[in-house]
Nanobody, 124 residues
């Protein structure tokens, strides 16, 4: 069992930056791949980014590539999502999730545990 808590969301103007954190408690965090997803009302939850257990491999959705950076600190049981050059279309609730497998990196079904989400709002 893993418990995840996201933080760092808020209101920011277009072009600004935010850093989201995903803090984990429970079993050895370094055993888990971690992903970030986001969701807006009426839409499916979509993949944003993911990072491998060691942090050596990262994945990004095309829509955020070059603007967002995922990283992790296994000693602190925390994964970060640095979001720069934010756009109004980045507005969503952002969720982090963990997985013990290497498959389905970009699919919701590839993750087992989810946090409660943090709201990010980008004004134009």
């Amino acid at each position: 069992q893993v418990q995840l808590v996201e933080s760092g969301g808020g209101l920011v103007q277009a072009g600004g930056s935010l850093r989201l954190s995903c803090a984990a408690s429970g079993r050895a965090f370094s055993n888990y791949r971690v992903g970030w997803f986001r969701q807006t009302p009426g839409k499916e939850r979509e993949f944003v980014s993911a990072i491998s257990r060691s942090g050596g491999t990262t994945y990004y959705a095309d829509s955020v590539k070059g603007r967002f950076t995922i990283s992790r600190d296994n000693a602190k049981n925390t994964v970060y999502l640095q979001m720069n050059s934010l756009k109004p279309e980045d507005t969503a609730v952002y969720y982090c999730a963990t997985s013990l497998t290497a498959a389905q990196v970009m699919a919701r079904g590839g993750y087992d545990y989810w946090g409660q989400g943090t709201q990010v709002t980008v004004s134009s």
